[in-house]
């Protein structure tokens, strides 16, 4: 969606509660947490397959992830 209509859905704030629901929920999932030297963290972009965050830096991980579903 594009144009006036897309544009009056942001600044009325229509999905606003269900961004910020779906966006706590993913803060809150273990399996979308990393763990680095800073702590463990949720963070964008984020690629969980099979309830495991996928290193999506590494070459190939997308066959690999295909290949584990």
């Known amino acids: ?3 006036p209509e897309s544009d009056r ?3 009325t704030g229509a999905f606003a509660q269900q961004i910020t629901r779906n966006l ?3 803060e809150n999932d273990p ?3 990393r763990t680095d ?3 463990s963290r949720f963070g964008t972009p984020t ?3 099979n309830g495991k965050v ?3 830096q590494q070459p ?3 066959d690999s992830a295909f290949a584990k579903t």
């Open 1 to 3: 969606m594009t144009g």
């Open 9 to 11: 859905l942001v600044e």
């Open 24 to 26: 706590t929920a993913a």
């Open 31 to 33: 399996a979308l947490r």
């Open 37 to 39: 030297q800073q702590g």
């Open 47 to 49: 690629v969980v397959v």
């Open 54 to 56: 996928v290193d999506w």
């Open 60 to 62: 190939g991980w997308l």
